[in-house]
């Protein structure tokens, strides 16, 4: 693995922790539930730059989780709470 | 008579100022802000006199200070004027003393239903009264003076700042 590979891997984490943070900070302020659902979307981002984060010492992660279906499933439970947290009046 | 929202705004740059500079003087707070002289004096003068600011001479220069016992608002109250939006609808119904449901949706282009639920926070958090005119419902500030107060002194935090972006960029889709 590359060292760009790893920067992107970690920045995706960090980043999507940092988005994670601010949407559950901003929904505790605020309490609509359109803030809920998009804080749900960024805690799946994140636990997807978890598992790429935590593959870069267990590459075996890689195989598992990202030749499967499951990364699949997660992309689209990540686009269908922002569907609905942007359709949420 | 409320306190008008323009005068809020002049108040909390210089509440602001003061915090940033304890024993800041006159001059010092002109030449900063660029205010008129007599505004600045008239919003310093009422400050002093609702106790959120203290000046004492140095011989020949009056210098302001924060008064730190300043009334401690409730913790609900303070919470809701974190919000820059929820402030803002604060400040436009002080300056109206009394606005409907139309005259807010009018000034903030914002959803229906987001105006409804800010609103409903407002009213729940005891900031806002409200009362019916036929089918609209007017909204006014129940105390006026300490509403004032506390957007006057409370102090936006970078947190506060990016929470409020953050709930402005989904909430205004």
Redesign the interface.
């Given at each position: 693995m590359d060292t760009v590979e790893v920067f992107l891997r970690v920045a995706l984490m960090g980043f999507s922790l940092l988005l994670f943070a601010?949407?559950v900070?901003?929904y505790a302020?605020?309490?609509?539930t359109?803030?809920l659902l998009?804080s749900g979307a960024f805690a799946l981002f994140f636990v997807k730059g978890l598992v790429l984060t935590m593959a870069i010492w267990m590459p075996w992660l890689d195989i598992l989780f990202f030749a499967s279906v499951y990364v699949i499933a997660i992309d689209f439970l990540i686009l269908i709470t922002i569907y609905f947290?942007?359709a949420k009046? | 008579m409320g306190p008008d929202p323009l005068e809020l705004e002049n108040r909390r740059a210089i509440y602001q100022l003061v915090s940033k500079f304890p024993g800041i003087h006159l001059r010092a707070v002109q030449k900063r802000l660029g205010l008129q002289m007599g505004v600045l004096e008239y919003h310093l003068n009422y400050m002093e006199k609702e106790s959120i600011l203290a000046s004492q001479t140095d011989g020949y220069r009056k210098l302001y200070f924060v008064r730190e016992a300043v009334s401690h608002p409730d913790k609900a109250s303070l919470s809701l004027m974190r919000q820059e939006i929820l402030r803002r609808i604060v400040m436009l119904i002080l300056l109206k003393e009394k606005a409907s449901f139309k005259d807010i949706m009018d000034e903030f282009k914002l959803s229906k239903s987001t105006i409804s639920f800010h609103l409903k926070k407002l009213t729940e958090g005891n900031v806002l009264a409200t009362e019916k005119s036929g089918r609209e419902t007017i909204y006014s500030v129940i105390d006026p003076e300490k509403t004032a107060q506390l957007i006057i002194t409370y102090k936006e935090s970078f947190l506060d700042s990016v929470v409020d972006r953050f709930a402005d960029a989904w909430l205004g889709i």
């Open positions: 601010t949407s900070i901003s302020r605020v309490r609509h359109r803030l998009i947290g942007i009046r | -």
